[in-house]
């Protein structure tokens, strides 16, 4: 059983389109986060929720916006896209303070 | 706030010798402190954590890592590396007993020669 999954994998969309990327643990977790991966591999934390609240939100656009309908879940919904969008979108979650983060396996994004 | 540097982008070592990554941090609270391994088109992997105690801490793979506090570096070493070690490489560091984000260093490529 994967421990955190994300869907799509791949996602190829145009400029302006509208678009989600999906998050799921079954590692009993509670707090969630997404990081966005540019292509020289730097990775920035964009936001973090803990038990369905907002706990961490980072510089980030307002087309960005996360939803937790559950503490297993934080989806990633992403406005208007923009080109300089286009990186690998990493969901990961973690137990609480002071461990680890359990990451997915990313989502490639690459706006057109 | 916390921050990471890793000193190195890429590091390039033959098969069989053995390898040294540089991590230094800097933060006015105490840390944990991680490496993560990315292997082409994949999601980070936990290597090795050091959260108290002991300040060497062994990892997967054989790889370990030496937490120093007054030089407040964590570098990563491995005696003897192989080409399946090939990634990149991540050091990334939190706040000590806070619910807080894990910032990431830029990551050290290590490149096996044959």
């Known amino acids: 059983d994967t421990a955190v999954s994300q869907t799509p994998k791949y996602l190829v969309t145009q400029m302006g389109n509208d678009k989600s990327i999906k998050c799921e643990q079954n590692?009993?977790?509670?707090?969630m986060y997404w990081y966005k991966q540019d292509s020289k591999k730097f990775l920035k934390i964009m936001f973090s929720y803990n038990n369905k609240e907002l706990i961490i939100n980072e510089t980030v656009p307002n087309r960005f916006s996360p939803k937790s309908p559950d503490k297993a879940h934080l989806n990633l919904h992403i406005n208007s896209l923009e080109l300089g969008d286009s990186a690998v979108y990493f969901c990961a979650s973690s137990p609480g303070t002071g461990t680890e983060a359990f990451f997915g396996q990313g989502t490639r994004l690459t706006v057109v | 706030a916390q921050s990471v540097t890793q000193l190195d982008s890429q590091v390039p070592v033959f098969e069989e010798a053995p390898v040294e990554l540089r991590c230094n941090y800097s933060s006015s609270v105490s840390v944990y402190l991680f490496w993560y391994v990315q292997y082409p088109n994949q999601g980070l992997q936990l290597l090795l954590k050091y959260l108290s105690g002991s300040t060497l801490v062994k990892g997967i793979n054989g790889f370990e890592a030496e937490f120093n506090k007054s030089q407040t570096s964590f570098h990563l070493r491995k005696p003897s590396v192989h080409i399946s070690d090939t990634a990149e490489y991540f050091c990334?560091?939190?706040?000590?007993?806070?619910?807080?984000?894990?910032?990431f260093g830029k990551g050290t490529r290590l490149h096996i020669l044959p």
């Open positions: 990334a560091v939190r706040a000590a007993n806070r619910d807080d984000k894990i910032i």
């Open positions: 590692l009993g977790h509670d707090t």
